[in-house]
């Protein structure tokens, strides 16, 4: 006759992988410490560099305006709906090798979200919406 195996490994098997299940579910949910350390990075990244006009907003007809103008685009174009932001923000690199400049709008029907407008020299390069808090 074959003697059977007991049963007790088994049952310490599956119990260590539904511990290591929720624990990693947990960890996933609970603890997006990567997340915070993003948003930190953000939020330092997007202050404002220099106020040039404290009294500027975008209203919803210039912000719709504003994005239906195509990337690489003169920034006169731009120029021309909008004259001078509300602040500038710190330069940075989206293409290796090359600064680009940001502007912040604040939108006048909600001044706690910005539209920024990013330029590679003198050519509009995209937008942004950035949310202060």
Known sequence: MRRQRPQQP????????????WGLALASFGLDIGQWFHAE????RDLCQEVTQSTAVLSREQLAQLLAIPERSEKKTIR???ETPYCTLPQFEVR?????????YPLAFDPDTWLVVLYEGE????YGFSVQN
Request: a positive charge; proline letters at 3%; charged letters at 25%.
């Open 96 to 104: 290796a090798g090359v600064p680009a400049v940001r502007e912040a």
């Open 123 to 126: 050519e509009y390069a995209g």
């Open 10 to 21: 088994r049952r310490r098997k599956t119990v260590y992988w539904l511990t290591a299940g």
């Open 41 to 44: 990075a953000a939020s330092q």
């Open 80 to 82: 021309e709906i909008v």
